[in-house]
C-alpha cells in the first residue's frame, strides 16, 4: 500500500498477486475449509520459493536479502488479505524476524534456511487461554536447571499449530521474559488441534509439560526477552494490519462493482447517496488505515521508537475500521451477504480473526490511554 | 379492516368475553408448566373452542370479535401462565396473512382458505423478495401469466422464512408488463406441497448452516384461477396490507400475537449467546477494560431504553399518537442495537470468540454470529428502507427522485439477480 | 412527551406554551441575553399563577397540588425546552419537592407558598468546583455545634444564584450527607455570579464561611440525606432530559421547515437521502428520549426504587443523543446555522449546557458500567 | 497549467535554484527568531528579489520557474529557519486567485492583475458562495448585465473570508439565465475598497463575535468590462480551477504554500484551547473516567492518522498514485475529526467547559467554541459535498438524479435565500 515502491517491490507484489490468483483463487479457498491443516504444504514451498519466506533471512551473520524487510513483507501481507489465502506467514515471518534480530549465528543457520525453502514450519507460540496477549499475565513458566531450560504451561491460539515444525515459545522467568525455540515432536510437548471461524486459519493449545531443552535453544538472554516480544508483537500488528487492508480493500471493491450492478427503483444501489456517503465514509478509513501500516511498517525497519506507540494507534485503528468496512459491505450486498453462497463472509471471517488476534482494538486503545496518562 | 362487528349486532363485552375466557383457560388450556403441546394441536384446541382468529368473522372460522378481545384473551393467559401459539410462524401466518386473505380475497377464498389457515391445518407464508429485487419489493419480476382457464407462474422468490415447512405461499408477482411497475402486480395463493415445477431450496447461511430462508424455483408452476387474492393488477396493495400486518404484528398489535416468551422481556435476563445477559457476564470479566466497558454500557443502554420505546409507541398506537408507521422506529432501534450488541461481543470476547478447542467447525461462538448479523439489519425490511419510510411517511420529507415510477415496467433497469 | 396525558394535562400544556410564546418569544431571550439575571421576576410571578412552581406543594401537610407531580413538571420542563426559556424552573422544582418530601410542617409553611406565588426564589446548592457532582467527594462541611448547624465551604454552578432568596445546601458531616436551607442573605454567605453560555441561564458560586443556621432549617435529618439528595437529582435529571427533549425536537422541527424550503441542485435540501437518513436516526433517538424520559418521571412519582438507574440510563442516552440532534441539525442548516442572526445556537446552548448539569452523559454512563459489574 | 516554461527556453536547474536561495536567504531574509515582517513587507521583499510567484512568468512579476523550484524555495526556508509567507490570505492570493487568473485571464487582465497580487499590493479572495446557494455554488443568482461598455452587478455573496481587509473579489454571477446553470456563468474582478454600491459587513458568528466571514451586498456595482476573467459563460470553469487550487494549496502542494506555521505539525505539539494537547491534560486530570478517556484516545488516535494519511497523500499526489481530489479525503478526515475533538471537550470538562466565574460573556470556554464547531465541517466545502467528490469523483459512482441540470436556469426550482 505504501505509494511509493520501487521497482522490485511492484515486481514482488506482482508476482505475490499472480501466484495467489492461480493457486489459491476464493474456490480453491473453499475447499480448504474442509481440510484439516488449512493449507498444503507442497504449495507453501511454492510460496517460499516466490521469497516470502527469506525477508528476514536466511544469509548466515548476514541482514537477510531485504533491506527493509517489513516493508517488503507487508506487501505479501496485504496480497493475501486480498485473496484470503492460506498460509503460515504470519508466524512464519514473525520467527524469522525473532532469529534474524536475537538469534545466534548457529541458531539462524539451522533454522532459516530450512524456513526459507518452507521445508519448515515454524509458529509462535505466545498467547495464553482466557484472551490473555499481556506477557506480565503469562504463566508458562521456563525455569533453568543447569544447562538445561525446563518449560511449563499452556500457549493458546498457536497458528498453524499441528503443521509446525518448532515454536518460538515466550515464558516468564522469575526476573523477565524468556524466548526459546523448541522442536514440535520434542518430549513433554502436546499439540491440541483448534479452530477458528476462518476458512483457512487454523490454531491450537500447545502444552509444555517439563520439556527440556538446552540452553542453545534460548534465543536472546534468559530473561532479557522482553524488548524482542515488543518488536516481534509490532511485526505481527505490522502484518495482520496490511491483510486486513488487503481485505477491506478488496471487499470494498468487490461490493462496489456488485452494487452498480445490481438495481432498486430503476437504479444501481450504489447510486443511492446514503451508501454513497457511507462509501466515503469508509474510504478515509481505508487510507487512514494504509497510511498509518506504511508509518508503522518503515518504524520497524528504521528500529524507531515510535514504532511502539504507532503499532498500538495502528491496531487500535485499522483493527476497529477495516473490519467496520466489510461490515458495511455485507449490508451494502443485502441478503445475498449472510448467505454461504456470496464470497463476501470469506472476507468476514479474515477479518474478524485479525480484529481479535495480538490484541483487540480496544485492548490496543486502552494501552494508548496508559501511555498518554503519562 | 374488517372487524367482526357484521356478524353480530350485539356483541359480548370485553368484560364477559374476559371472564368466559379465565374460565375455559383454568380448565381446558394447559399451562406453560405442562408439557408443551405442539403448534398446531394448540392452535386447533383454540380453534375447536372458538378461541382462535378471535377478530375475525364467524363465517370463515374465527370468534366474529374485536382486536380489544384479543388482547383480553392473551392478557388472561399471561395471567394465568397457560400456553398460546407463541411461534413465528402463527405470527406470520394468523397474524399477517389470515388478515390480508379477509381484506383482499373474495368470500370464496376466504371461504376455501381461511378456516384451515385458523384451524392450523394450513400455515402460510409471504413470498414476496426476489433474488433480484432486494429492497425494491414493488419491482418483482416473477411472471403470472393467464392461460386459459390457469395461471402459469415463472421465476423465483427468495428470504421466504419457512417455505420447507409450510402449505401456502402469497406470492407478489407480476401480470402485466406494460404498465408502471406498481399497477402490473398480482398476488397468487401457491400451494408449497408437492406443486409440479416448484422447488424449494433453504438457503446456506454465511455461518455454513441451512436456514430458515428459503429460496423457492417456479418452473410453469400451474395454478387455478381461483387462487389469485385480489384482481389483477391490485398486488400492490394486497402487498402493501401484508406490511402493515407485518408491523403491527412486530409492535404486538396486530391480528397475530406473540405470546410472553417474546414480549414484556427483562432486559437483563437469560437471552442467549449475545444478549445483554452475555454482556453482564464479559463486563464482570476480569480483563474487561474502559473502551469494552463503555460499549457494554451503551449496549445495555440500548437494550433498555429500546424496550421503553416500543412500549411508548406502542401505546402511542393505542391512544392514536402514533400511526402504523412507526412500528419502523422500534424496528431500526432494535435491528442497530442487537447489531452492536453482537459488534461489542467481539470486543469483549477477543480470540476466545473467534477460537475454539477442536479440529471440528463450531457454531455457538461470538465471530459466527457476527457473520450472520447483517441479517437482522436486512431482514423484515433494511435499516435503509426503515430511514426511508421514517424520512419520507412518519416525518413527510420528499421521495427520492424516481427513475422507475411512471414509466412501463419493462423500461425500468433492473440489472443482475443477487444469483449470477 | 407522554402519549396518554389527562386532559388537565393537555390544558397545562396548552397554557404553558401560550404562555412562553406570548411572554418570552425567541427574540425576548435575545434581549435576556444582555441581562444581569436572564429573566425578570415579575415574569416568574405570572408564571407561577400559571401553576408551574405549585406542583410539589404547598398546601401544608398535604400532598401536593397534583398526585403525579414529576409527571407533570416535565411537561413544563419540556415546554421550555421547545422555547430555551428563561426563569428558575428546575431549582425552584427542586427545592419544593425537597420540602415536600423531607420537610417538616412548619418548613413547609414557611417556603412553598412563597414559592408558589413567586415571591421568592430557591435553589439548590449541590456542585462543587471543579465539575464535582458526586456527594462523595463534597468538601463543603456541615457541623453540628449545639442547636446550631455551621456551613463551610463553596458551592458551584448554583442556578440563578444571583436572585436566589434561599439556598439548599447538601453539605456533608462526618458520617453523611446534612441538608439545611440557608437565607441567602445570611451571615457568612457570599454570593458570586458567574455566567454560561446559555441565554439566560445565570449561575454562580456560593461560599459558606462558617455560616450558623439553627437545626431547624436542617431539612430531613443530620447526616441521614442521602436517599433524599439521590432522588432530589433523579428529578433535577428528569426535568433536565424534558427539557433536553423539547430543544432537540422542536430543534429538528424547525430544521426541517427551513430545510424543505431551501434548495440545492434544483432540489430541497432534505431530500437528500443522505440528509433523510440521518434525520431517520435523529427521529429514532428523540423517541428513545421521550420515552425513557417519561419512564423515569413515572419511576419518580410511583416511588419506584428502578428510578436511581433509570436516571443514570436517561442522562447516558437523552443526554448524549438530544445534543447531537441539535448538533447534526446545525450541519444541516449550513453556514447560516453557525451565525448570531440563525436561532439554532440558542438551542444549541441550552442543550451543551444541560448535557453537563448534573453529571455528563459519561459520568453517568460510568456508573451504570459500575452497577451492572455488580 | 501554465509553467514558467514559456519564459525561458534554458531554465536555471532545481539545484542551482537552491544554491542561489540559500544564499539569498542566509544574508537578506529575517529568521524566524527576527522580529516578524508584516505580510505585505515580507512578499514585498519575496517580489524585489523575484522569489514572489516562482512558477508563475516573469512578464506577470513571477520568477518564471516552476513548482519544484518553488518548493525548493520552501525547503530551504524551513532548512534554514527563515521567514516566508505563511497566512491564510496568502494561500487564497497567491496560492488560488493568481494561478486562476493565470490560466483563465487574457493577457492585458494578467498585466493589469497579477504583478500587484505577486508584490503583495492587492490581497485577492474569492466571492463565489451566496446566502441562497449552500453547497449548490453553481446556482449562483448574483446577475451581471452588460450595460453598453460596463457591467452592473446586483446581488449578495456570503461566506467570504477576510472581504473586509482585502482588495479584490473574484466574484461568480450569472450573466445568462436562460442557458442551464453551468453555462450561464461568468466570473468578474470586483475591487473591494470604496467601491459605490458595495456594502460589506462581517458576519456575526454564533458566539456572538464579529469573524472572518463576511457577506457583500451589490447594488448596481458598476464594473469596467475590461475585469472580466475568461468570457462570458466560462464562469464555472474559472470556479473550477479556483477549486482545484483550493484542494492543492490545502494539500500543501499548489502555487501557494502554508509555511511551517501549519504542515508538519507534532500532533502532541500545543494546539491551543481543544487540540490534542488540551486533551492530554484531560485525560490526566483526576476525573476522566473509562468512557471519556476513551473518547480522547481517539480524538489522540485520528490525530496522528489524519497527519499521516495527509501525508502520504501527498506523496501519492507527487508519484502520480493519487489524482487531486484525494485533497477531500483529508479534508473529510480533517473536519470530522477537529469536530469530535471539541465535542470530547465537552464530556472532558463537563460543566467546566460552558460555565465560567463573573458576570461578563467569555469565549474562550469549550462551549462557545463548540457552537462555531461545525464551521469546519462546512467551510470549504461541507461533509457532505467532500463525501459526494469521495464517491462520486474518486470512486466514480453515479451522480446524484440531478433535477437542474439540463434546463434553463430560470426555470429551476431555488428555494429561499439563508436570510428571510
Known amino acids: 500500500m505504501n505509494v511509493e515502491l520501487s521497482q522490485e517491490q511492484e515486481a514482488f507484489r506482482n508476482t505475490t498477486r499472480r501466484f495467489l490468483e492461480a493457486r489459491v483463487p476464493l474456490l480453491v479457498v473453499r475447499q480448504l475449509y474442509e481440510s484439516h491443516d488449512g493449507f498444503e504444504r507442497s504449495w507453501w514451498r511454492e510460496a517460499a520459493e516466490l521469497g516470502w519466506t527469506s525477508l528476514f533471512g536466511p544469509e548466515v551473520g548476514g541482514g537477510g536479502i531485504s533491506p527493509i524487510p517489513t516493508r517488503d513483507a507487508v506487501i505479501v501481507a496485504e496480497e493475501m488479505g486480498r485473496m484470503v489465502a492460506p498460509g503460515p506467514f504470519l508466524p512464519v515471518s514473525v520467527v524469522a524476524a525473532a532469529l534474524l534480530w536475537e538469534g545466534t549465528a548457529t541458531q539462524r543457520a539451522d533454522l532459516l534456511p530450512a524456513l526459507a525453502s518452507g521445508d519448515s514450519i515454524a509458529s509462535w507460540a505466545l498467547a495464553e487461554p482466557g484472551d490473555v496477549w499481556d506477557p506480565a499475565s503469562f504463566m508458562t513458566r521456563a525455569v533453568l536447571d543447569g544447562d538445561i531450560m525446563v518449560l511449563t504451561g499452556t500457549k493458546a491460539y498457536v497458528e498453524a499449530a499441528t503443521t509446525s515444525d518448532h515454536f518460538l515459545v515466550t515464558a516468564r522467568t522469575d526476573d523477565g521474559l524468556t524466548q526459546a525455540l523448541v522442536a514440535a515432536n520434542a518430549d513433554g510437548v502436546t499439540v491440541t488441534p483448534g479452530r477458528s471461524i476462518d476458512m483457512t486459519r487454523r490454531f491450537g493449545l500447545v502444552t509444555f509439560d517439563g520439556t527440556r531443552v538446552p540452553t542453545s535453544a534460548v534465543l536472546g538472554t534468559v530473561a532479557g526477552a522482553g524488548p524482542a516480544v515488543e518488536r516481534q508483537v509490532q511485526l505481527a500488528i505490522a502484518l495482520q494490519c496490511a491483510e486486513l487492508v488487503g481485505v477491506a480493500q478488496r471487499t470494498l471493491e468487490f461490493t462496489l462493482e456488485y452494487g452498480s450492478s445490481r438495481h432498486a427503483f430503476g437504479r444501481p444501489i450504489v447510486s443511492f447517496q446514503a451508501l454513497k456517503h457511507r462509501i466515503a465514509d469508509m474510504t478515509v478509513w481505508l487510507e487512514g488505515s494504509k497510511a498509518v501500516t506504511d508509518a508503522l511498517a518503515q518504524a520497524i525497519d528504521d528500529e524507531d521508537p515510535e514504532s511502539l506507540h504507532l503499532a498500538r494507534i495502528a491496531k487500535a485503528y485499522v483493527g476497529e475500521h477495516c473490519p467496520d468496512v466489510v461490515d458495511d459491505c455485507v449490508q451494502i450486498t443485502g441478503g445475498i451477504g449472510v448467505t454461504w453462497e456470496h464470497d463476501i463472509h470469506l472476507y468476514n471471517r479474515r477479518a474478524t480473526l485479525d480484529r481479535a488476534l495480538y490484541g483487540t482494538p480496544e485492548d490496543h486503545k486502552e494501552q494508548v490511554i496508559t501511555w498518554l496518562r503519562g | ?420
Chains 1, 3 share one sequence.
Open chain 2, 1 to 420: 379492516m374488517v372487524a367482526g362487528l357484521s356478524d353480530e349486532m350485539t356483541m359480548e363485552s370485553v368484560e364477559a368475553f374476559r371472564t368466559r375466557t379465565r374460565a375455559w383457560m383454568a380448565s381446558a388450556l394447559p399451562s406453560v408448566e405442562d408439557p408443551p403441546l405442539d403448534s398446531h394441536a394448540l392452535q386447533r384446541l383454540l380453534f375447536d373452542n372458538r378461541f382462535a382468529g378471535i377478530a375475525f368473522p364467524r363465517e370463515y372460522g374465527g370468534a366474529g370479535l374485536t382486536l380489544e378481545h384479543q388482547k383480553a384473551f392473551f392478557d388472561c393467559a399471561a395471567d394465568l401462565l397457560r400456553q398460546v401459539p407463541a411461534g413465528y410462524d402463527h405470527l406470520v401466518s394468523v397474524g399477517m396473512l389470515g388478515p390480508t386473505i379477509l381484506e383482499h380475497g373474495s368470500h370464496e377464498a376466504k371461504l376455501r382458505f381461511l378456516p384451515a389457515l385458523l384451524r392450523g391445518d394450513d400455515v402460510w407464508i409471504q413470498l414476496l423478495s426476489e433474488p433480484r429485487g432486494g429492497s425494491d419489493m414493488a419491482g418483482a419480476t416473477t411472471r403470472l401469466t393467464r392461460d386459459g382457464h390457469v395461471y402459469v407462474l415463472n421465476g423465483a422468490k427468495m428470504w421466504s422464512t419457512g417455505a420447507h415447512v409450510a402449505d401456502y405461499g402469497l406470492c407478489l408477482c407480476r401480470s402485466d408488463w406494460d404498465v408502471p411497475k406498481h399497477r402490473g402486480l398480482s398476488t397468487v395463493a401457491v400451494p408449497l406441497r408437492g406443486t409440479p415445477g416448484l422447488t424449494i431450496e433453504r438457503i446456506r447461511a454465511a455461518s455454513g448452516e441451512a436456514g430458515d430462508f428459503c429460496q423457492e424455483f417456479f418452473d410453469d408452476v400451474v395454478l387455478p384461477t381461483e387462487n389469485l387474492i385480489g384482481e389483477e393488477g391490485t398486488g400492490w396493495a394486497v402487498a402493501q396490507t401484508l406490511l402493515l400486518h407485518e408491523r403491527n404484528a412486530a409492535g404486538s398489535i396486530g391480528y397475530g400475537h406473540l405470546g410472553p416468551r417474546l414480549s414484556g422481556e427483562d432486559p437483563t435476563a437469560s437471552d442467549g449467546l449475545l444478549g445483554p445477559s452475555a454482556l453482564l457476564a464479559a463486563l464482570r470479566h476480569r480483563r474487561t477494560n474502559g473502551a469494552v466497558a463503555t460499549k457494554l454500557a451503551n449496549a445495555y443502554i440500548e437494550s433498555v431504553v429500546g424496550a421503553l420505546t416500543s412500549a411508548r409507541i406502542m401505546a402511542g398506537l393505542r391512544v392514536g399518537t402514533h400511526r402504523g408507521g412507526w412500528g419502523s422506529v422500534s424496528k431500526l432501534q432494535a435491528s442497530v442495537a442487537k447489531h452492536e450488541c453482537i459488534r461489542t461481543s467481539l470486543a469483549a470476547l477477543g480470540a476466545e470468540g473467534v477460537i475454539w478447542d477442536g479440529a471440528d467447525v463450531r457454531l455457538d461462538n461470538a465471530g459466527t454470529v457476527w457473520l450472520g448479523s447483517r441479517g437482522g439489519t436486512l431482514a423484515g425490511g433494511s435499516n435503509e428502507m426503515q430511514r426511508n419510510i421514517v424520512s419520507e411517511r412518519l416525518l413527510g420529507l420528499p421521495r427520492e427522485p424516481s427513475l422507475d415510477r411512471d414509466v412501463p415496467f419493462n423500461q425500468v433497469l433492473r440489472g443482475l439477480p443477487a444469483f449470477e
